[in-house]
């Protein structure tokens, strides 16, 4: 390219002159003109250049976190479900004790009391400590937007510290009970089998039965239905919040994936027989996060878990195939050389057996 601009100068340097020595002066002048514009040009083409790696690099970096982002909401989704199923199952819980309380195990009917007047802390997403890595382009409209869209998403709660009032707990202190410890969510996480039984004895059982029954009982029993079903709307509207925003993600960038390293199977049921190691998985689909293993399995249980950590695990309620559900049951399975799919993205598990 520079040679063609040389040589072009130098030919209209060359032409229609009529006295040698301007000619040579015109000359000259055209050539430096072309000297200065050849370096003006090439100083444009390197800031262009410069600018459209610096833009790339800034783009890369945007679309990094990201993915961090869209991994994040993703387990919020799942998170804010597990919670509304929890909720339901309180009020349905309440139902009960309203209306079939006698039809209740009395060894369990003070835990489900106590248990029916809890609701969690307000959900924070960790969305909002990723937020100010999302450095975006002030140019970029889209990127804007997109920003604007998540960091309201982020630091918006549920509105579930609204709901802290207990109508419950303070019977349960006017007729001297004691108070279980009691997780939302975990607690009830396998139909309040674990629940300790001998926790209240037999004695507070008969009582509790007997003033389960009384009008002070049913009016907290009311009023606590009705927190709960607040509860329902506020965690759904959240959801529907964070479906929104990965929505918003993949139009903005289809490749978002969910970034997860070390999937694997934990459970009586592997190889391993512990609910400490894992088997690991291997990722065939970077793009959907499906993960793959073949493995002989041994009666018993498994679960998912991403890494050696109980901080991120699915469980699922069917076997050989179902839905997976954040901090769910374990899965029972049966004795079997399988070969196990999990996709991350549709929330879906497979166990197609292949030997038994």
Same mark, same amino acid.
């Given at each position: 390219?520079?040679?063609?601009?040389?040589?072009?100068?130098?030919?209209?340097?060359?032409?229609?002159?009529?006295?040698?020595?301007?000619?040579?002066?015109?000359?000259?002048?055209?050539?430096?003109?072309?000297?200065?514009?050849?370096?003006?040009?090439?100083?444009?083409?390197?800031?262009?250049?410069?600018?459209?790696?610096?833009?790339?690099?800034?783009?890369?970096?945007?679309?990094?976190?990201?993915?961090?982002?869209?991994?994040?909401?993703?387990?919020?989704?799942?998170?804010?479900?597990?919670?509304?199923?929890?909720?339901?199952?309180?009020?349905?819980?309440?139902?009960?004790?309203?209306?079939?309380?006698?039809?209740?195990?009395?060894?369990?009917?003070?835990?489900?009391?106590?248990?029916?007047?809890?609701?969690?802390?307000?959900?924070?997403?960790?969305?909002?400590?990723?937020?100010?890595?999302?450095?975006?382009?002030?140019?970029?409209?889209?990127?804007?937007?997109?920003?604007?869209?998540?960091?309201?998403?982020?630091?918006?709660?549920?509105?579930?510290?609204?709901?802290?009032?207990?109508?419950?707990?303070?019977?349960?202190?006017?007729?001297?009970?004691?108070?279980?410890?009691?997780?939302?969510?975990?607690?009830?996480?396998?139909?309040?089998?674990?629940?300790?039984?001998?926790?209240?004895?037999?004695?507070?059982?008969?009582?509790?039965?007997?003033?389960?029954?009384?009008?002070?009982?049913?009016?907290?029993?009311?009023?606590?239905?009705?927190?709960?079903?607040?509860?329902?709307?506020?965690?759904?509207?959240?959801?529907?919040?964070?479906?929104?925003?990965?929505?918003?993600?993949?139009?903005?960038?289809?490749?978002?994936?969910?970034?997860?390293?070390? =999937?694997? %199977?934990?459970? &009586?049921?592997?190889?391993? $027989?512990?609910?400490?190691? /894992?088997?690991?998985? !291997?990722?065939?689909?970077?793009?959907?996060?499906?993960?793959? =293993?073949? %493995?002989?399995? &041994?009666?018993?249980?498994? $679960?998912?878990?991403?890494? /050696?950590?109980?901080? !991120?695990?699915?469980?699922?309620?069917?076997?050989?195939?179902?839905?997976?559900?954040?901090?769910?049951?374990?899965?029972?399975?049966?004795?079997?050389?399988?070969?196990?799919?999990?996709?991350?993205?549709?929330?879906?598990?497979?166990?197609?057996?292949?030997?038994?």
């Amino acid at each position: 390219m520079t040679k063609i601009f040389h040589k072009e100068r130098k030919k209209l340097a060359a032409e229609n002159l009529p006295d040698r020595q301007a000619g040579k002066l015109m000359a000259y002048l055209r050539y430096a003109v072309g000297e200065i514009l050849l370096v003006v040009i090439g100083i444009l083409i390197a800031l262009q250049v410069n600018n459209w790696n610096e833009q790339r690099k800034s783009n890369e970096k945007f679309n990094a976190v990201l993915e961090q982002i869209y991994t994040i909401v993703d387990q919020d989704a799942q998170i804010l479900s597990t919670y509304e199923s929890s909720f339901t199952q309180e009020s349905n819980i309440i139902d009960s004790l309203i209306y079939y309380p006698e039809k209740i195990d009395p060894a369990i009917l003070p835990s489900l009391l106590f248990y029916a007047d809890m609701t969690p802390n307000d959900f924070t997403s960790e969305a909002a400590h990723q937020i100010d890595l999302l450095e975006f382009n002030p140019k970029n409209l889209s990127q804007s937007r997109l920003y604007k869209s998540i960091a309201s998403y982020a630091f918006a709660g549920t509105g579930l510290s609204s709901l802290k009032s207990k109508y419950i707990l303070p019977l349960f202190k006017k007729y001297n009970l004691p108070e279980p410890a009691f997780i939302f969510s975990y607690t009830p996480l396998y139909d309040f089998a674990n629940i300790d039984r001998n926790f209240f004895t037999k004695e507070q059982q008969q009582k509790v039965m007997e003033i389960v029954q009384q009008v002070p009982f049913k009016i907290a029993l009311q009023s606590a239905k009705s927190k709960i079903q607040l509860a329902i709307v506020l965690v759904q509207n959240k959801k529907n919040a964070a479906f929104s925003i990965l929505h918003l993600i993949k139009q903005y960038y289809p490749r978002a994936r969910l970034l997860y390293q070390n =999937i694997g %199977i934990v459970g &009586n049921a592997t190889p391993n $027989k512990n609910w400490a190691e /894992n088997v690991p998985m !291997t990722l065939i689909d970077d793009q959907k996060s499906v993960w793959e =293993i073949k %493995i002989e399995l &041994n009666d018993g249980a498994i $679960k998912f878990r991403d890494g /050696n950590s109980w901080l !991120t695990n699915w469980g699922g309620e069917s076997f050989p195939s179902g839905n997976t559900k954040w901090f769910g049951s374990n899965i029972p399975v049966k004795k079997g050389y399988y070969k196990v799919t999990l996709n991350l993205t549709d929330k879906t598990y497979e166990f197609k057996l292949i030997k038994e």
